[in-house]
């Protein structure tokens, strides 16, 4: 009996439903392979960009400016800057000294009227006016000295300050926005108190959650507590804002665990303190539940759960939600979401990481024939005062404190010149019969002979994929594999296994500097009796 495995792509990674349970399509174990169009592929791998960084990047913030594409990365004490032509540029403030970041603080921040504004909630926040490398941080104007805050953000033509600490008293549950600012200038004052101003107060503590972060939108600024989302409108007038609850009964892991992405509109994808779910600001819904909720949680890091973060990988159209497994001390696996398909890939291998950034690449040391690239990397000198870098599509740029290293994320076949391993695994198989409309019938009880295994891969001819065919008597034993058989395309057609069980496992491999698609496999099954 030949049973047929298509669409490969279509479901995904599901690992919190039993294998002998899951569509025929469904993956349940793996390791850097993305869904893609009904198919699964090996994910890209990165590589350094931008030279050799002279501080350990903890965070990372692109900063477009007239003449070029800049990059802020920031370590726990200094912060420096760097070009397209891979210059770095010590832009530390000049009166303070170093600063004191922690690594599971971090670092928050954005681009306010083209100023950027970075915090680290132990040190005063940070404005730098203009973006220029001869220009070093300093202190933000207007903002009260024996103030902090665990999270600040633009918003419009406001700053956003969350979790603020005031002349040594905490108060977490605390909101304060600033001022607008005018084009070209960050806000002129803080004083809630001044009733000619936009600038205010507000206290979420209806709960004990702390608040975490804030996120624009389209005209809402997101409030993320740990157990709570809230959404604030500009109304103007006395009020101002117009807060409202969004969620009431689940918040954000950490700060940084919410990134925005455009799906029939704008939307937040977020890290939720025990799920994964997306909102348009109006309703929300899970993505994780009965898929790999479970899964993921236990794998989380209670120690360093705090170091997780999102990141939108816009040139994929993916949410990474990157993580810290147990027995790890910063981010070292991702797990990506596909947000046109609403599929999930199997986990990608991070380096070791505390924050990845999406922006704009024009490092002119990079070779503009990337087989990744999804654009020109042209540098543009057509019109004066024109921006001098490719309006290409946003990528990932992977901050590596240990090395360091900057990593251009999901680009060649490795991860920093080193081969990587990518597998897609199913266990629990137990089709015995196709039906007429493609659909395949299981029988737990009747052990099948597995005598051919025909992969439909494309890729290269000669690249070698190797593929493991197992065996299991009962659903609560391990797997006994059988390889691994080294498939070559364009040269093989088929792989012989010859093994036999109840429950039949599949499992595709490689281990070199190769890219791959799997668009399906079909076996070829003899029943062999019950037993």
Known sequence: MRLSFDNVGKIG?????????????????????????????????????????????????????????????????????????????????????????????????????????????????????????????????????????????????????????????????????????????????????????????????????????????????????????????????????????????????????????FSGGLKHAVFGSDDLFIHDGNSAQSIADKKIRRWLFNQLSGQHFRRSFVVANYAAREIWFCFTPQGETLATMALPWSWETGVFGLPRQLPNTRFIAAGLVNDTGVSSTWDSSTGSWDVDTGLWDDRLYGQVSRRVVIGVPGGPSLQFGDTTNQFAGVNMTSSLERTGLAFIKQARDGSLKADLTVRKLVTELYPRLEAANGTVVRIYVGVQEELNQGVTWAGPFNFTVGTDKKINPLVSGRFIAVKFETITDVDWKLHGYELEIVPVGKY
């Open 13 to 261: 990674f599901l690992a919190d439903v039993l294998a002998h349970e899951l569509p025929p399509e469904a993956w349940s174990a793996g390791q850097n392979v993305r869904m893609l169009d009904g198919y699964a592929r090996k994910m890209s791998g990165h590589g350094p960009i931008y030279g050799t960084p002279t501080v350990a990047p903890y965070w990372l913030l692109p900063v477009p400016t007239i003449v070029d594409y800049r990059w802020l990365y920031a370590s726990l004490t200094k912060v420096y800057t760097v070009d397209s032509s891979r210059t770095h540029t010590d832009i530390t403030r000049t009166v303070g000294g170093d600063y004191a970041a922690t690594i599971d603080g971090n670092w928050t921040g954005g681009v306010l009227n083209g100023i950027p504004v970075i915090n680290n909630g132990v040190d005063v926040p940070q404005m730098w006016n203009p973006a220029s490398p001869a220009t070093p941080l300093a202190a933000l104007t207007a903002w009260s000295g024996t103030w902090r805050a665990g999270s600040l953000r633009p918003f419009k033509s406001f700053l956003f300050a969350v979790d603020v600490t005031e002349g040594g008293v905490r108060y977490p549950h605390k909101v304060r926005w600033s001022h607008p600012a005018l084009p070209g200038a960050v806000p002129s004052t803080w004083d809630e108190t001044d009733t000619t101003k936009d600038a205010g107060q507000v206290t979420l503590g209806d709960t004990g959650g702390y608040i975490l972060d804030c996120l624009p939108l389209r005209d809402t600024n997101m409030i993320y507590k740990e157990d709570q989302v809230w959404g604030f409108q500009y109304v103007g007038g006395n009020r101002i804002f117009r807060e409202y609850k969004l969620l009431s009964e689940t918040g954000a892991l950490t700060r940084d665990c919410a990134a925005p992405y």
